[in-house]
C-alpha cells in the first residue's frame, strides 16, 4: 500500500541554523505533498505545499523541494527560531482514492536557543 | 482557510460505554471527511474516510463495528467508539477538504478530541 517515510525522527539545530526533513514516497500516482506544523495537544496546521508539477516553492524561511523522480520531498527551514520548536509531518495524497493523505512519521524539530 | 471544529475537545469514560464524536465543517461543505487517531508521539494514521451519504471506507485492520461513521449531511460526520476500552484511549482527530479547492487540494482539520478510557 502508499507509504511515507520522513527522517531524521528527531531533530536538534542551533537557534539561527538551517534544518532540512526529508521523505520518500512510494505512491507515483501521488501529486500533491503538504507539511504539517504540530505543536503538542493541538492540530496539524498546514506550513507548505507543493503540488507535482513545481520542484520548488519557498515561502519566507520556509522551502519544499520534490524529486518527482526519485520519490523524494524535503523541507527546509532557515534562521530556526525556537518558536520553530514542534513536530513536523510530511504528507502524500493523489487525485483517486478518495483524495486520502498519507503522513509520515513525524520529525520532532527542538530549536535551542 | 476553513475551518473545522469537534466536540468534545475531551472525553473521559468508563470501559464499555460508547462515546460519540462529531466534526462539522463551518464555513463550506464537505462531501468527503477523514478520521485519523494519533497516539503520544506518533503520527497519524488514518482510520476511516467519511463519504456524505453513503457508507464510510475504513482502512485496513479498522474494525468497523467498532468504530462506527456517520455522514449524513454537508457538514457534519460523527465517529462512535463502541463499547470503549483503555487501548481506545488516542488523540482522535478528523479532517476535511473544501471540494472546491481543485488547486490545493489541502485538508484543514479540527482541533482533536483527547478520548481516556478508565
Known amino acids: 500500500g502508499e507509504n511515507v517515510e520522513q527522517h531524521p525522527s528527531t531533530l536538534s539545530v542551533q537557534e539561527g541554523d538551517s534544518a532540512v526533513i526529508k521523505c520518500t514516497y512510494s505512491?507515483?500516482?501521488?501529486?500533491?505533498f503538504p507539511w504539517y506544523k504540530q505543536e503538542l495537544g493541538k492540530r496539524p496546521q498546514l506550513i507548505i505545499d507543493?503540488?507535482?508539477?513545481?520542484g520548488e516553492k519557498k515561502d519566507q524561511r520556509i522551502a519544499v523541494t520534490l524529486n518527482k523522480t526519485a520519490k523524494h520531498f524535503s523541507l527546509h527551514i532557515t534562521e530556526t527560531q525556537p518558536e520553530d520548536s514542534a513536530v513536523y509531518f510530511c504528507?502524500?495524497?493523489?487525485?483517486?482514492?478518495?483524495?486520502?493523505?498519507?503522513f509520515g512519521a513525524g520529525t520532532r524539530l527542538f530549536v535551542k536557543a | 482557510g476553513a475551518v473545522v471544529s469537534q466536540h468534545p475537545s475531551r472525553v473521559i469514560c468508563k470501559s464499555g460505554t460508547s462515546v460519540k464524536i462529531e466534526c462539522r465543517s463551518l464555513?463550506?461543505?464537505?462531501?468527503?471527511m477523514f478520521w485519523y487517531r494519533q497516539f503520544p508521539k506518533q503520527s497519524l494514521m488514518l482510520m476511516a474516510t467519511?463519504?456524505?451519504?453513503?457508507?464510510?471506507?475504513?482502512e485496513q485492520g479498522v474494525e468497523k463495528d467498532k468504530f462506527l461513521i456517520n455522514h449524513a449531511s454537508l457538514t457534519l460526520s460523527t465517529l462512535t467508539v463502541t463499547s470503549a476500552h483503555p487501548e481506545d484511549s488516542s488523540f482522535y482527530i478528523c479532517?476535511?477538504?473544501?471540494?472546491?479547492?481543485?488547486?490545493?487540494?489541502?485538508?484543514?482539520f479540527g482541533p482533536g478530541t483527547r478520548l481516556l478510557v478508565l
Open positions: 464555513d463550506f461543505q464537505a462531501t468527503t
Open positions: 505512491d507515483s500516482a501521488s501529486n500533491y
Open positions: 507543493i503540488r507535482s508539477n513545481v
Open positions: 504528507a502524500a495524497s493523489k487525485d483517486t482514492g478518495g483524495f486520502k493523505t498519507i
Open positions: 467519511s463519504n456524505e451519504g453513503s457508507k464510510a471506507t475504513y
Open positions: 479532517s476535511a477538504r473544501d471540494p472546491f479547492d481543485r488547486e490545493r487540494k489541502t485538508q484543514y
